[in-house]
């Protein structure tokens, strides 16, 4: 079922290296897509039926890199996915690089990394579990 507590229990379950588990987790809630606005310190969580849960999320205490630093975007996202930093950690160093925030879409199977004007730098496909 597609709610809040649903979807706090699946976080609770599943973090960085299990980040295909927790995709496989959402889709069984019935999410199809999950923004992340790491500025704002909001989740937006949206279902099939386009229903809308609103959460607070982590927000970023250090500031947003004008420029995206692509490299460095991706070398934080591997170390964050080999399970080598927290989430706090990895929003901060994301922020550094010039990102806001990500888009997953559980449908298409991606997750899309944004820079501050909400556009897709950094687009990675979801592993299958």
Not at 39 to 45: D, K, R, S
Not at 84 to 93: A, I, R, S, V
Request: with cysteine; aromatic share 8%; glycine share 6%.
């Amino acid at each position: 079922m597609f709610t809040l507590e649903n979807i706090i229990d699946a976080h609770a379950q599943f973090t960085g290296p299990d980040f295909p588990k927790l995709i496989v987790r959402f889709k069984e809630i019935g999410m199809v897509k999950n923004h992340v606005d790491i500025l704002a310190g909001q989740v937006i969580y949206r279902d099939k039926t386009d229903s809308v849960i609103v959460n607070q999320g982590y927000q970023v205490k250090g500031t947003l890199a004008d420029l995206v630093e692509l490299k460095q975007a991706k070398n934080d996202l591997q170390t964050h996915q080999a399970g080598q930093t927290d989430f706090p950690t990895f929003c901060e160093d994301m922020a550094k690089s010039g990102i806001v925030g990500w888009v997953i879409d559980l449908e298409e199977m991606t997750c899309s990394y944004l820079n501050k004007d909400e556009q897709a730098v950094l687009v990675e496909n979801i592993p299958t579990v």
